[in-house]
């Protein structure tokens, strides 16, 4: 039986803002089922790597593949349709709108309905109950009849994430998940990610390193904009390179992280 191809494919992609090169011909592959983590210092290139993904910087050069489609010139909506799913983007909570509302509106907008029609998304069942199911998922449904806006901060990174998974991607984009975070927050959604392990494929960018070795099968990273390393999260954490311009000894002592 024939081993399953790359999820996504990300090759000789690049972006410069004047004279400075945020994307240097970056090569790197995301499989079926992964998660893959994209770190590096402040300035490396990771935000702007996962925007051009994401259809919101159109590169320079280069090109992007999503299951052998090439993506590189589609605009953001056409690539979620081909289950691309972006998380974490602050627009996206209603505040005044409850947590279960907000699901079926995501839920709704994925299914080709129009956001006019919100009664609907308050009252179809075929709206509320998958967003139910999301809520679950991610372990908010006891507060699914909250307004968004009385979240915590932790609960509203979740809520996002449920958003995101209301659309069944194949692929999540997650950009500084545990951004403003305690540890108790992060320690749940390190769990609630852990659980989707497997049932879609992630491309995780995140500082936490304790998160990074927990959550991560590979690692890309990168410094001034190229691809430094890439590896299993235990190759990674033996780089020289990799210690002299990011991990440090901090990173070679964090066992297991």
């Known amino acids: 039986m024939r081993a399953p191809g790359p999820l996504l494919e990300v090759e000789g992609l690049s972006k410069a803002f004047g004279g400075v090169t945020a994307s240097d011909a ?6 079926p089922g992964e998660v893959h983590a994209l770190i590096g210092p402040n300035g490396a290139g990771k935000t702007t790597a996962v925007a051009q993904i994401a259809g919101e910087l159109k ?4 090109r992007i593949r999503l299951d052998g489609r090439e993506i590189s010139h589609l605009p953001v909506h056409r ?13 996206s909570v209603l505040p ?3 947590v279960l509302d907000n699901v079926a509106l995501a839920v709704q907008a994925h299914a080709g ?21 999301m809520l679950t998922r991610v372990g908010l449904a006891a507060v699914a009849g909250r307004a968004a806006g009385a979240l915590s901060h932790g609960e509203k990174r979740k809520l996002e994430l449920a958003m995101a998974l209301a659309g069944h991607p194949r692929l999540l984009l997650l950009d500084e998940p545990m951004a403003g975070m305690g540890g108790e927050d992060s320690a749940r959604m390190v769990e609630v990610l852990q659980g989707l392990k497997g049932t879609v494929a992630m491309l995780l960018v995140e500082h936490d390193m304790d998160v990074v070795f927990a959550l991560a099968d590979r690692i890309t990273v990168l410094d001034g904009g190229r691809v430094l390393a890439t590896g299993d999260p235990e190759a990674v954490r033996a ?12 990173g070679v002592a964090c066992q297991p992280c």
Request: glycine residues 6%; proline residues 5%.
């Open 59 to 62: 590169p320079d050069d280069g």
């Open 26 to 31: 970056l090569s790197f592959t995301v499989m």
């Open 79 to 91: 690539r979620a349709l081909l289950g691309l799913g972006r998380s974490f983007q602050i627009t």
């Open 113 to 133: 309905h129009s956001f006019r029609l919100i009664r609907n998304a308050r009252r179809d069942a075929r709206l509320r109950d998958p967003a139910r199911a």
């Open 239 to 250: 780089d020289p390179a990799v210690i002299a311009a990011y991990l440090g000894e901090e």
């Open 96 to 98: 005044d709108f409850s």
